[in-house]
């Protein structure tokens, strides 16, 4: 038990200092943690409020729990999110797809926390947790590489400066952006981590090298059912560090081939049945992509919306979350290992060379992927938008930083490590290097801290649905629109439907509904009619299958809300 704890000494110590790190960067969340939820989103002039994206959180992990009590009894489940693209459909999964959405859900961790806390408690609690679980798999990934170039250093002295690089995953403006407005890939990062982990366990590890490529195969087909950037920039990643790894050990070329073919054989398997399992439990979701207007890809001009300016890398406090490409003092951590790798090419033939190659991959795929994340602010993201399959799907370039982070943490470890092994060489004492070490984690810690208030908000009204219904929403609004969310948390309290729910791909069959019936139905809202007694309903009724109309009375005078 000694020697156990003696080892795994980091693990309470460093979730206590995440956690508490946690606490500070989401102030005051803590101060009214069972009533409030945080809303980091723009303040519109039409509304004293906006709702953000976690009250989609909340409807996924209610229809979460609800599709493990339907499996439970054996009734069908209704799956609501990506029905819409086409309005007249029944939306009703087989048993075989509740239960790989069940397996595949991002939600468990609030769907757990839900056993023994209320909703409020539960989504505060998945925000703050994020901050250990993102630490610990980031400290994991940094210290599987920096351990091959610190063997100098203790055991002890590598984890804290793997623990100091995992700041930068842990604090990063852009993740805690995404977590408190409701993204769930603020969370997943955790899940990319341990991918980027496991990758690293299949270059250096050679026994049981089969069961980490099946793992690291099931982190690519969750994500494929989660966050499909994670998937694709997952699959990039681990092509880049393969590829890479064979071409640096030139000297054991065919070997290092042999090795990884040797590995793929054993886990295609399970390749071939996650992608066979994505494609036949998703068809709804690639049928709304292809009957939508953005089939052939969203058009340059709205993701040119959605790319930061150049100047925003230095800018702090950034509002919208889609710009935030901040990251602290990352920049000058990327210009001092370029200046290192410079150093090491003047005098090659007495440098480290297996370190070189480290310092070069990372420096190259940080620099490469940044550039990305600018979107059409560079010309670099034109040529992926160009040739590389579904990136021309995402209007969000900025979503890249999610793997700018991790690199840059580890150009961080290998630089704290190459920093500490210097003054060891030159016999300095503990405490200098301590000290260098202490001042690294205070200037990232700093740096990423926004200086700026979280707004905090409560819940909206969530309309009670019945078994069976299917519903009408009035307003009636494009489903990009902040309604679409509200549409779809107050689904969640029942199993129903609705024809004018959220979907992030707008259907022709969908465009064609919003101008038959949109501008109709919020017109004879806003005049008080009882629109449940019109020929329109009555077409609904004939044409969608709509059993009921919900009038959001707090919205339809809005007279932004009309076609």
């Not at 009590?69 to 797809?97: H, I, M, R």
């Not at 979280?454 to 909206?460: A, H, K, T």
């Not at 609705?498 to 809202?525: C, H, Q, W």
């Amino acid at each position: 038990m000694v020697q156990i704890i003696k080892k795994h000494w980091y693990m309470p110590v460093f979730t206590l200092v995440y956690i508490i790190l946690g606490l500070i960067f989401t102030w005051p969340l803590v101060t009214e943690f069972s009533t409030k939820v945080p809303n980091n989103m723009f303040i519109e002039a039409e509304h004293t409020y906006v709702w953000g994206d976690h009250i989609q959180v909340y409807a996924g992990f209610r229809e979460h729990k609800n599709m493990i009590a339907n499996l439970a009894k054996n009734k069908p489940s209704l799956q609501k999110e990506f029905c819409y693209g086409e309005v007249d459909s029944e939306c009703t999964l087989t048993t075989l797809e509740s239960i790989s959405k069940i397996v595949f859900s991002p939600y468990w961790l609030h769907t757990m926390f839900n056993v023994f806390f209320d909703d409020n408690y539960v989504y505060n609690l998945v925000i703050l947790a994020s901050f250990p679980l993102t630490g610990i798999a980031g400290l994991f990934f940094v210290q599987q590489i920096i351990k091959k170039h610190a063997q100098s250093l203790s055991r002890n002295f590598q984890l804290v400066i793997s623990f100091i690089a995992s700041l930068f995953v842990v604090l990063a403006p852009i993740r805690i952006h995404h977590i408190l407005v409701g993204h769930r890939n603020g969370w997943l990062l955790a899940g990319f981590l341990l991918q980027l982990f496991v990758v690293e366990k299949i270059i250096d590890t050679k026994k049981y090298n089969w069961a980490w490529q099946v793992v690291c195969v099931l982190l690519i087909v969750y994500f494929a059912y989660t966050e499909r950037f994670y998937m694709l920039y997952g699959l990039i990643y681990s092509a880049a560090r393969v590829g890479w790894y064979v071409v640096s050990h030139k000297n054991n070329y065919k070997k290092a081939v042999d090795f990884f073919i040797e590995g793929l054989k054993k886990s295609i398997w399970v390749g071939v049945a996650g992608i066979a399992a994505y494609i036949i439990n998703n068809g709804g979701i690639l049928n709304s992509i292809g009957n939508s207007d953005i089939s052939n890809g969203r058009p340059l001009d709205l993701i040119t919306f959605y790319s930061p300016k150049l100047w925003y890398i230095f800018q702090r406090v950034t509002l919208e979350h889609e710009h935030v490409i901040y990251f602290g003092v990352g920049p000058i951590i990327l210009l001092m290992c370029g200046i290192l790798v410079i150093k090491f090419l003047r005098n090659w033939k007495e440098t480290n060379k297996n370190f070189v190659y480290e310092l070069v991959f990372f420096l190259g795929m940080s620099v490469l992927f940044l550039l990305i994340s600018f979107g059409t602010s560079t010309p670099v993201y034109e040529f992926f938008y160009t040739y590389v399959p579904t990136f021309d799907l995402s209007r969000t370039p900025i979503r890249a930083m999610f793997l700018v982070i991790p690199l840059v943490s580890v150009l961080t470890g290998l630089l704290c490590a190459y920093v500490v092994q210097k003054i060891q060489e030159k016999e300095g004492s503990v405490v200098l290097q301590g000290g260098i070490l202490a001042v690294m984690a205070i200037a990232i810690s700093w740096s990423l801290y926004s200086f700026e208030p979280i707004s905090l908000i409560g819940l909206p009204q969530a309309y009670e649905v019945q078994e069976g219904e299917k519903i009408v929403f009035v307003p009636v609004t494009e489903p990009g629109h902040f309604f679409g969310s509200l549409y779809e948390f107050s689904l969640s309290t029942g199993n129903a439907t609705s024809v004018n729910g959220y979907n992030p791909f707008i259907t022709k069959e969908m465009e064609e509904f919003y101008k038959t019936f949109g501008n109709d139905l919020n017109k004879r809202a806003q005049q008080g009619e009882d629109i449940e007694n019109t020929f329109l309903f009555k077409r609904l009724e004939q044409e969608y299958g709509v059993t009921d109309v919900i009038l959001m009375h707090e919205y339809i005078s809005d007279p932004h809300l009309t076609y």
